[in-house]
């Protein structure tokens, strides 16, 4: 019979580490956290590895310094943060997993209607129709949701109450954004030739 072992508490404070020694620690539980996650860790989750006295935020400045010219990088994504492969390694990471990118096989008009979805969110199929001048098939619906880009949204108050669609947290991760702030502007983007007037 195997004995199982309880396993130590963790000691937050490093007390007996000199100042500098105890940031490096901090700093490397942070990182440990971050790449043990498939989802953003928010900064409640991260505070319970460190000393009550270490600022949260600092570590993860100086975490993000110590990472630079590595092919992972920091960065905020909505509430929390994850350590991901920095975009221009991308094709690297596909040619040599051979990974289908569950962005590649979305449509022009799949992305478009995302896209929509992104600005105009709580946005219903009557205001996606509105803005496309069709009918968007609960198929392209389907696609969205179950990649994780879209949600269901609040029903709307509008006559029948119909359900609303919304861009959800994994919508940022797949897109490098940190909230909907960061998406361009629809003025730029028309600028840039990329929508239509």
Do not use: N
């Amino acid at each position: 019979m195997a004995v199982v072992r309880p396993e130590p508490e963790l000691d937050r404070e490093l007390a007996d580490l000199p100042p500098e020694l105890r940031w490096r620690e901090w700093m490397l539980r942070i990182e440990a956290v971050l790449f043990a996650s498939a989802t953003p860790v928010p900064r409640q989750d991260l505070a319970r590895v460190v000393g009550q006295d270490a600022s949260v935020d600092l570590l993860i400045g100086d975490l993000a310094a110590d990472l630079e010219g590595r092919a992972f990088e920091l960065a905020q994504v909505a509430d929390g943060w994850v350590l991901r492969s920095r975009t221009a390694f991308a094709p690297a990471i596909r040619a040599a997993a051979d990974l289908d990118d569950q962005l590649l096989d979305l449509s022009e008009f799949d992305i478009a209607v995302l896209a929509a979805i992104a600005y105009y969110q709580p946005a219903t199929c009557d205001m996606l129709k509105d803005i496309f001048g069709k009918e968007i098939s609960r198929d392209l619906i389907g696609r969205l949701h179950a990649r994780g880009l879209i949600g269901t949204g609040p029903r709307s108050p509008s006559r029948g109450a119909p359900f609303t669609f919304v861009t959800t947290e994994h919508f940022l991760l797949a897109f490098g954004l940190e909230s909907l702030r960061d998406l361009p502007d629809r003025e730029e983007l028309q600028d840039a030739g990329l929508t239509q007037g």
